[in-house]
Nanobody, 124 residues
Framework: QVQLVESGGGLVQAGGSLRLSCAAS????????MGWFRQAPGKEREFVSR????????YYADSVKGRFTISRDNAKNTVYLQMNSLKPEDTAVYYC?????????????????WGQGTQVTVSS
């Protein structure tokens, strides 16, 4: 069982930055590919970014590429999402998730554990 707890969300003006954190329980964090997803009001949850077990491989949705950076610290059992140049359309609840499969995925159905989410609101 893995428990994930997100933090760092909040209200920010357009153009600003936020850093989300996701702390994981357990001693096998380094064996999980980790992902960030988001769900805006009235929309389906969508992929944002993912990172491999070692942190060497990262992927981003086109909508956030160049603005968001995913990273992880396996010693701290934590994955981060640095969000810069935020836009009102980035407003959503952001979720981190753990994927136990070795290959990693952008598809949320492949993720085994989810956090409760953290709200990010970007004002114009």
């Amino acid at each position: 069982q893995v428990q994930l707890v997100e933090s760092g969300g909040g209200l920010v003006q357009a153009g600003g930055s936020l850093r989300l954190s996701c702390a994981a329980s357990g001693r096998t964090f380094s064996r999980y590919n980790m992902g960030w997803f988001r769900q805006a009001p009235g929309k389906e949850r969508e992929f944002v970014s993912r990172i491999s077990m070692t942190g060497q491989i990262t992927y981003y949705a086109d909508s956030v590429k160049g603005r968001f950076t995913i990273s992880r610290d396996n010693a701290k059992n934590t994955v981060y999402l640095q969000m810069n140049s935020l836009k009102p359309e980035d407003t959503a609840v952001y979720y981190c998730a753990a994927d136990l499969r070795p290959s990693g995925s952008r598809s949320q159905i492949d993720y085994d554990y989810w956090g409760q989410g953290t709200q990010v609101t970007v004002s114009s």
